[in-house]
């Protein structure tokens, strides 16, 4: 009995583990994160099966409320598993992709919200299992008080961290992208998804308290209330000096990432809007300026950010434009499979190379696609000798604000060019009409304003 128990604590934590591990997706290859994902579905049905006992006896007893948050609460959590396995299984592009069933873009939406959801009720899951946690060790003091103060500390960094990912869009679908931070650690990051499980796992840790309470028909004494008064409060006061010290960083944080929040519904405009001179040219002239804007733009909004860097700096426009157009219908396929696959689509606009070797400075802007660079751009940068020059990229999104891979992408794509890693701009697509006065900023700190 003792052992089935340890086996089934033992499982849980690997599942917990996993399923957070699966969430930094940008870390691991697709194989591994998809023979990872099998690993926990298997650790799942496990799981289902040690305590099967559960399902036989889910209709004996009284439903009393807190048995009606328990079984709502774990089988959501079940609903959430099966809908994160089914859509694992559309969009595999590696173990599952010889079944070919299809349905890749539901299975991606699903994906992304069930997961979010599965994690959140995970999380919540947990919160039941504080009690005898707890309980435990209640027989050392300050162990218990030391473990309390990190909880509420955990809890408190979980909130900021649930906000300043935008986790929220990801559970409601306000956003087709999981947010990425590629230049935090995989410790760090994984931390910080950690911390997001507390607050959910005070709610139902607290909220079961309450139910208990309820149901001993216990008189809430002031020392119980107090108890949980105190819990709370100090919570609260955390949660506000985690943004007071947020906010403070964020003051001297001169980074020009202005959009961590991404919005929703991408609204794709007409791809074919270009109005300067340089979209469908063969060749283009450096003119006077040693600066080149080039970018890629499928739905218009890179394409204005290129515009103001271009009006700004003086520099030459040009648009990287694929021989074959991405259209509404293929964009997401395409964009996916050509990623997967490595393929450079060959482009209908060039420079010639005397051209280019008179520019010192490229700016290279690009909408982020699948958490990497548009293929269009791989071809552009492999197309010429780059060695020497300086690389800006700049970039739009909706919702990996950091870019994802795409700059490392960019760095190894340019071995013998200084590119800007750091400086790069970011902006969310949605907002673009919004971000002329931080291409301003931008360019000004390093240097290029006319
Ligand atoms: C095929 C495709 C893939 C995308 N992948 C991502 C992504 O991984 N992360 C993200 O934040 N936005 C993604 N987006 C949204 C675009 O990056 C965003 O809408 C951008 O502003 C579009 O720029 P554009 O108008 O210059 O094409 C994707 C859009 C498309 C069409």
């Known amino acids: 009995m003792r052992c089935k128990r340890t086996v089934k604590i033992i499982i849980d934590i690997a599942m917990y583990l996993i399923f957070v591990a699966l969430m930094q997706e940008h870390l691991w290859s697709d194989g591994l994160h998809e023979w990872l994902g099998i690993v926990l579905f298997v650790l799942f049905i496990e799981h289902n099966i040690l305590n099967f006992r559960w399902y036989q ?223 469908t040219s063969e060749e283009s002239t450096a003119g006077d300026s040693n600066i080149l804007v080039a970018y890629f733009s499928w739905s218009g909004n890179t394409q204005q950010v290129a515009n103001w860097i271009s009006d700004k700096t003086g520099g030459e426009l040009f648009r990287i434009t694929p021989e074959v157009d991405y259209t509404e219908d293929d964009v997401f396929d395409r964009a996916q499979d050509e990623l997967n696959s490595g393929t450079r689509p060959p482009l209908s606009s060039h420079i010639d190379s005397e051209t280019m070797a008179e520019y010192d400075v490229i700016f290279v802007g690009f909408p982020i696609w699948w958490y990497d660079l548009p293929m269009p751009v791989w071809s552009f940068l492999e197309e010429y000798d780059l060695s020497g020059k300086t690389i800006i990229p700049f970039f739009t999104h909706n919702g990996s604000s950091s870019g994802a891979s795409s700059i490392s992408t960019v760095a190894e794509l340019c071995p013998d060019s200084t590119v800007l890693t750091d400086d790069y701009f970011t902006y969310s697509g949605n907002n673009v009409d919004e971000a002329e006065s931080d291409v301003d900023e931008w360019l000004t700190e390093l240097g290029y304003k006319n």
């Open 57 to 279: 006896s889910f209709f004996k007893g009284k439903f009393t409320a807190t048995r009606i948050t328990l079984a709502t609460i774990n089988i959501a959590l079940l609903a959430a598993m099966l809908c994160c396995m089914v859509s694992s299984v559309l969009v595999s592009g590696k173990v599952f992709a010889f079944l070919n069933l299809g349905g890749a873009r539901f299975g991606r939406t699903l994906h992304l919200v069930s997961t979010a959801w599965a994690f959140v009720l995970m999380s919540l899951h947990l919160g039941l299992h504080l009690t005898s946690l707890t309980n435990k060790l209640k027989k050392n003091k300050k162990l218990l008080r030391a473990g309390q103060i990190l909880a509420v500390l955990l809890a408190a960094y979980g909130v900021y961290v649930f906000i300043g990912r935008a986790f929220y869009e990801e559970l409601f679908y306000l956003t087709e992208f999981k947010f990425f931070d590629t230049d935090k650690s995989a410790v760090l990051y994984f931390f910080e998804t950690v911390a997001m499980s507390f607050p959910f796992a005070f709610i139902t840790y607290y909220g079961r308290k309450l139910l208990q309470m309820k149901k001993n028909k216990m008189k809430i004494q002031g020392g119980t209330m107090n108890k949980l008064l105190k819990s709370i409060l100090s919570l609260v006061l955390c949660i506000g000096c985690v943004f007071a010290l947020a906010a403070c960083g964020q003051q001297n944080n001169t980074t020009t990432d202005n959009t961590d929040t991404a919005v929703s519904n991408n609204t794709v405009a007409d791809n074919n809007t270009d109005d300067s001179a340089d979209s």
